[in-house]
């Protein structure tokens, strides 16, 4: 069973007649009867019987014809998506880090959504290792991380950079060097992360000692902080999406520099419109949100 055949039988069901489905189809009415006896012969059933000079549709044949008409729809559907000027459509499966996801994502997103209603997006989180292992396996079309791994099958876009803020207490008192960290508790996300690269090179520098302790969640090391009992370094996104409802302060400093954040998708996938477009929005969206970003 093949698209061509469905297509001959689904015409002739219309028609109720070969020789009007052959003038439809431009084909000659005897490759039309063989294909429709092929076909019966494969589903081991009667499809049509005759009436006189013309056809009547099996019980069979119009439930064949019922998921007939589903399949060619379908993939009519999937050519006008695959064409270059139509609008995106289809399952998007987007992944990201976890800071992201809070911090920058949201907005996206929702724009996204409101841009192309006709896409489904599929969200989740996970650790860039992992995001960049499923991107490549196709099991993620996209996911935005931020380091860089060099992968045979991934391409890296530069979305932003990720300004980092210092989070604590107000009841820790003013934070103004990395000294000031000296006996606080720093709860951080596990190692391989590039915000917790970032903290430790600027306290080597300084060489003041520290304590890290491992939480691989935001939203507990948030707790944490506003509760006082520590102080992190988190992403600028993450720290003004929690800034109000949270009893932290914030703090930034100029040696702690920007972290560069990415897209990234396979390489061997060229075409893929709904990808495409999330790209650009995020770019667009991501880029905006660098330019309105404001030290404390």
């Known amino acids: 069973m093949d698209l061509s055949q469905l297509r001959m039988f689904k015409t002739v069901a219309e028609q ?163 000294q000031d960290l000296k006996g606080k508790s720093i709860y951080m996300w596990p190692h391989g992360c590039p915000y917790r690269q970032a903290l430790e090179h600027w306290m080597n520098q300084h060489q003041v000692t520290f304590d890290i302790i491992d939480i691989a969640s935001y939203g507990t090391i948030l707790g944490c902080v506003s509760c006082g009992s520590g102080v992190s370094l988190v992403p600028a996104g993450f720290f003004e999406q929690f800034k109000g409802a949270s009893n932290i302060s914030g703090y930034t400093f100029s040696e702690l520099l920007p972290v560069q954040n990415y897209f990234i998708r396979n390489s061997i996938i060229e075409s893929h419109y709904a990808r495409n477009a999330f790209e650009t929005l995020l770019r667009a969206e991501l880029n905006e949100a660098r330019h309105s970003y404001h030290c404390i």
């Open 16 to 178: 109720g007649s070969i020789a009007r489905a052959s003038e439809i189809l431009h084909c000659v009415p005897s490759n039309i009867t063989n294909r429709i006896k092929l076909l019966e012969a494969e589903m081991g059933v009667s499809l049509f019987i005759r009436k006189g000079r013309g056809l009547i549709i099996t019980p069979s044949g119009k439930i064949l014809l019922e998921y007939a008409s589903k399949i060619l729809s379908y993939c009519q559907e999937a050519r006008r998506a695959l064409e270059p000027s139509s609008e995106p459509a289809g399952i998007l499966r987007i992944g990201a880090i976890e800071s992201a996801a809070t911090g920058r994502l949201p907005m996206v997103l929702s724009k996204f959504h409101q841009n192309y209603p006709a896409v489904r997006v599929e969200f989740s989180t996970g650790t860039w290792q992992q995001l960049v292992i499923d991107v490549a396996d196709h099991k993620l079309d996209g996911a935005v991380i931020a380091t860089k791994n060099d992968h045979p099958n991934i391409t890296y876009v530069n979305v932003h950079k990720e300004s980092l803020v210092l989070i604590a207490s107000p009841y820790a008192g003013k934070i103004s060097s990395p």
